[in-house]
């Protein structure tokens, strides 16, 4: 099992009952990682139709679109640092049981079904 444990915002003293919990376990541990699952947050196409900025509940992008726009912006610009050959690790429902760890490059990972999101958060 690997745990990544997030820091929260003020210092280390705001680890998560999860990471305390990992921490106390008798596993190796390589440093304290800091994790931030990606969030989208994007206005309506109504909102966008009509002006307003409202925007839809935030949801959670999966590894698939990211990978998907992330090659889209290096088409549009030559000098991108990566491209569909770049090696990349995906990594789902970290902490969860099922939790699920993926390496290869962009155009690999993009044949990789990682399945649902972790429901126990």
Same mark, same amino acid.
């Given at each position: 099992?690997?745990?990544?444990?997030?820091?929260?915002?003020?210092?280390?003293?705001?680890?998560?009952?999860?990471?305390?919990?990992?921490?106390?376990?008798?596993?190796?541990?390589?440093?304290?990682?800091?994790?931030?699952?990606?969030?989208?947050?994007?206005?309506?196409?109504?909102?966008? %139709?009509? /002006?307003?900025?409202?925007?839809?509940?935030?949801?959670? +992008?999966?590894?698939?679109?990211?990978? *998907? @726009? !992330? &090659?889209?912006?290096?088409?549009?610009?030559?000098?991108?640092?990566?491209?569909?050959?770049?090696? %990349?690790? /995906?990594?789902?429902?970290?902490?969860?049981?099922?939790? +699920?760890?993926?390496?290869?490059?962009? *155009? @690999? !990972? &993009?044949?990789?079904?990682?399945?649902?999101?972790?429901?126990?958060?």
């Amino acid at each position: 099992m690997l745990y990544i444990i997030g820091l929260g915002l003020g210092d280390e003293k705001d680890i998560t009952l999860r990471g305390l919990i990992a921490y106390a376990l008798p596993v190796s541990l390589i440093g304290m990682l800091q994790f931030a699952d990606i969030k989208v947050k994007e206005p309506s196409l109504e909102s966008l %139709c009509r /002006g307003k900025k409202v925007y839809e509940p935030p949801r959670f +992008m999966t590894i698939n679109t990211a990978i *998907e @726009q !992330l &090659l889209e912006v290096a088409q549009n610009h030559p000098d991108s640092a990566y491209n569909k050959d770049t090696t %990349c690790v /995906g990594l789902v429902r970290v902490g969860c049981e099922d939790q +699920m760890i993926a390496a290869g490059s962009m *155009e @690999q !990972l &993009l044949t990789i079904d990682f399945g649902p999101l972790c429901t126990a958060l």
